[in-house]
């Protein structure tokens, strides 16, 4: 069984732009969920999708956006980039039930100069 | 503040000692996970604990979670130059119904040959 995978692995753009990142789930996967990771702040989480529908966000202002797709494939846009939004993101995928374990792609590594 | 105090924040020892990094907060979860990174990657899931006072096995490691289900411990006995990553736990809160994960910042192990 294929992974998850994160598309581009690693990016750099300048301050203003956007930018979209790409996440596809294990097979049979309908939860996606996205996290920034920087070194000060650690772990934070995005938002979760479940069937196409955002099923909860959290604490970021709305330049950060995201969807899902009917085949789960997920993608995060982030608008007017601003150079605090350097960071690792993180896509997880889970099954059903709420203690399924969290499969995490390896990432794509946002540099905003 | 943040909600799961991760401490230390970095330990470096040398291989066949023994180690435990913690997991504490002032908040009651209904589950608590424990992870592990590696440069590069994404986080990986080592163990789930779900039952106050609840003590999980994993080879060297051992996992334990609060009788009060506010904090956690990972302790590695005799540490190998593979246990070397970034130790992170996570939890669901109780009665939160937040699907999303509150991850601490984690504890950077280094385990010198």
């Known amino acids: 069984k294929a992974g998850v995978t994160q598309t581009p692995r690693y990016l750099i753009k300048t301050r203003g732009q956007q930018v979209t990142l790409s996440c596809s789930p294990i097979?049979?996967?309908?939860?996606v969920s996205w996290y920034q990771q920087t070194p000060g702040q650690g772990l934070q989480f995005l938002f979760e999708?479940?069937?196409?529908?955002?099923?909860n966000k959290g604490n970021f202002p709305g330049r950060f956006s995201g969807r899902q797709f009917s085949n789960s494939r997920s993608e995060m846009n982030v608008s007017t980039l601003e150079l605090g939004d350097s960071a690792l993101y993180l896509c997880?995928?889970?099954?059903?039930?709420?203690?399924?374990?969290?499969?995490f792609g390896s990432g794509t590594q946002l540099s905003v100069l | 503040t943040q909600l799961l105090e991760q401490s230390p924040q970095f330990l470096s020892i040398q291989e066949g000692e023994n180690l435990t990094v913690y997991c504490n907060s002032s908040?009651?979860?209904?589950?608590l996970q424990w992870y592990r990174q590696e440069p590069g990657e994404g986080p990986v899931l080592l163990v789930t604990v779900v039952t106050g006072g609840e003590v999980k096995k994993l080879k060297r490691l051992t996992f334990q979670f609060g009788d009060a289900r506010k904090d956690s411990s990972l302790h590695i006995t005799a540490a190998q130059p593979g246990d070397t990553g970034l130790y992170l736990c996570?939890?669901?809160?109780?009665?939160?119904?937040?699907?999303?994960?509150?991850f601490g910042k984690g504890t950077h192990l280094i385990i010198q040959p």
């Open positions: 097979s049979g996967h309908r939860s």
């Open positions: 999708y479940f069937s196409e529908t955002q099923r």
């Open positions: 997880a995928s889970r099954g059903q039930g709420a203690n399924e374990k969290l499969f």
């Open positions: 908040s009651v979860f209904s589950s």
């Open positions: 996570a939890g669901r809160r109780s009665g939160g119904g937040a699907d999303g994960l509150t």
